[in-house]
Every structure is written in structure tokens, then in C-alpha cells.
């Protein structure tokens, strides 16, 4: 089984589509190991993200990711990684494919719902930065 790291963003949390969110993940086949709701702080944030740092976007997302509470998930799947990356669709929503989350739900690229784990080696990274092993349930 592999595993990815989900962040329903702010604007999910703003616009009560997490329970939306969520059922579609779940009818996707993908099971929740794990999920909470925080409140980044700039430096959790500048952490998750640095990756991007220094690029023209760094601030602005850094802003988009403290301004809301946010809800990190834990997915479990065969092919998690590529198959929820299918499930959202591309970064910006005027380029994402019909009936994908972003396409239905995002307002931007910037502002564009959901975080999905590009590979399965972030994806472990990713789970490892919000959730302790001890925090993810075990296969049922």
C-alpha cells in the first residue's frame, strides 16, 4: 500500500467543502489513515513549502496557507500518489481535466482547494511532517 499526504486548503475549509472533498476521496477508493485541522503557522508553513522557496509565488502561498485553517489527511492506496493526483487534476483549474476536484472547486492556481504529494518519496515526507507514526491508523 502506499500513501500520500492530502492538505484540504484554506479555501476548502472556507467554502464548507470538506465533507464534499472527502466523500469524493473516499468513493475514489482511497482509505483515511489519518486527519486533523490546523492552523499553519508562517514558520509550519515556510517549512512544508520550502521547496518553493525563493520562487515568485513563495510569499503568496505562505500567506494563502496561514490565512485559514487547513486539513491534512493521510490516504492509503495502491498507486495513491498517481491516482489522487488524477482525482483533483491539474495545479491550475482552467487547465484541469472535467470532473476533477480543482476543476469543480478551485478559484486560481493559486487558490486551488487541495495539496496532493507529487511522488511517493514526498509523499512520505509530507505524512511524516504532520503525522507521527503513532497518529496514523493501522490497515483494517
Request: charge should be negative.
Amino acid at each position: 500500500m502506499e500513501r500520500t499526504l492530502v492538505i484540504l486548503k484554506p479555501d476548502c475549509v472556507r467554502k464548507e467543502l470538506i465533507g464534499e472533498v472527502t466523500r469524493r476521496i473516499q468513493d475514489a477508493g482511497f482509505r483515511i489513515r489519518a486527519l486533523k485541522m490546523v492552523s499553519l503557522s508562517e514558520k509550519e508553513a515556510e517549512g512544508f513549502y520550502a521547496v518553493h522557496e525563493g520562487k515568485p509565488f513563495f510569499e503568496s502561498l505562505i500567506a494563502f496557507m496561514t490565512g485559514g485553517p487547513c486539513v491534512p489527511m493521510v490516504l492509503e492506496k495502491e498507486n495513491a500518489v498517481d491516482d489522487f493526483r488524477a482525482l483533483i487534476g491539474a495545479t491550475d483549474p482552467d487547465e484541469a481535466d472535467e470532473g476533477t476536484i480543482r476543476a469543480e472547486f478551485a478559484d486560481s492556481i493559486e487558490q486551488n482547494i487541495v495539496h496532493g504529494s507529487d511522488s511517493p518519496e514526498n509523499g512520505r515526507r509530507e505524512v511524516a511532517y504532520f503525522f507521527p507514526e503513532h497518529e496514523i491508523a493501522a490497515h483494517s
